[in-house]
């Protein structure tokens, strides 16, 4: 017989993308963003009431052992440029893994984990679920259960809303468009369930020049180059009392005009010009990070 955990991950498996906007039910019933982040007294607060710092605000920065995840991706690149910390490739701490995780804490002993690993291929993610699944969802509880309420934080990103109003706060509510961001959404889920973590949306491109021959004109966006949103995302993360939902991202502009000005020749093309549904302005709000950094 099938457990509970698997039943999810099939219908999970199952997210149909094409539903949206079809009336379609495209969530599981009752996983919504709703749960993890919701509005009282005009406060932002996470899932048990917790409002996103101390009663007084955040204070110092904290201090130990940090160790992250995705070292070497673009993030955890420009992460280690800025702070020492341990950086344990996938060969040793692959967070599909339990037992590599739970070896990984025991050797590092790291009072702060940044779980900047993830699958990252939104279009992959379509066609390989399971592979982006194993990662994104079981790696990131595989990795929160061996940490042990230790702090945690956890990179998420703007893609865990639809596009459809941009602007978006902390406050508003996940409506992901594709299996990627799905499980992004999931991982804040799984995340926010233990104590002292902080979930970090954000949006960012690799430095240097443009990827790609081509960039949206359509997608509105609040992304900078991973080395200017870095060190907001590393002070962020040794903030003493930030936790739950925090947005980071600089100012709005396509993504078109993101890369021209690494790459002025880049060329146009529209989000209905790939195989992928993508949210069209996932720009962020950032007003409750611009008052507490
Ligand atoms: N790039 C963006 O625009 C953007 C925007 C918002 C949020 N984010 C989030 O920010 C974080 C970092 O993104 P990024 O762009 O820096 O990522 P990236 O460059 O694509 O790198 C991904 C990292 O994850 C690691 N990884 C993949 N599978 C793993 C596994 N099973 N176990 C352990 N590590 C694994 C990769 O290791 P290998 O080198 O071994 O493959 C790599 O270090 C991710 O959580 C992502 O979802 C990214």
């Not at 904290?62 to 995705?70: D, E, F, K, M």
């Not at 982006?132 to 893609?159: K, M, P, Q």
């Not at 639809?162 to 978006?168: P, T, V």
């Amino acid at each position: 017989m099938k457990s509970d955990k698997n039943i999810l991950v099939s219908e999970f498996q199952n997210f149909d993308t094409a539903g949206k906007g079809s009336g379609k039910r495209r969530f599981p019933a009752g996983v919504t963003g709703a749960n993890l982040s919701r509005r009282r007294g005009g406060e932002v607060s996470d899932a048990r009431g917790r409002k996103p710092y101390g009663e007084h605000g955040p204070r110092a920065l904290v201090s130990g052992n940090v160790l992250i995840t995705g070292g070497s991706g673009s993030l955890g690149t420009a992460i280690q440029k800025l702070i020492s910390c341990d950086a344990p490739d996938r060969s040793e701490l692959d967070i599909r893994s339990v037992r590599k995780c739970e070896q990984a804490m025991k050797k590092y002993k790291p009072d702060i984990i940044i779980h900047a690993g993830a699958y990252t291929d939104v279009s992959g993610a379509e066609k390989h679920k399971k592979a982006c699944w194993d990662v994104n969802v079981i790696g990131t509880e595989n990795l929160v259960r061996a940490v042990h309420g230790r702090r945690f934080i956890y990179i998420s990103t703007s893609y865990v809303f639809d596009g459809e109003k941009g602007d978006y706060t902390e406050d508003d509510i996940p409506d992901p468009v594709n299996f990627y961001s799905l499980t992004k959404l999931l991982g804040e889920i799984v995340v926010s369930q233990y104590k002292n973590t902080l979930i970090i949306r954000t949006m960012f491109k690799p430095d240097g020049p443009w990827s790609f021959k081509r960039a949206f004109v359509d997608q509105i966006t609040t992304a900078e180059f991973v080395s200017d949103i870095a060190p907001d995302i590393v002070k962020a993360s040794l903030m003493q009392d930030l936790f739950g939902i925090i947005h980071i991202s600089g100012t709005k502009k396509t993504i078109y005009e993101l890369a021209q000005k690494v790459s002025p020749q880049v060329g146009k093309m529209s989000i209905k010009d790939v195989d992928v549904m993508l949210p069209k302005d996932i720009s962020l709000n950032n007003e409750l990070w611009k008052k507490l950094k």
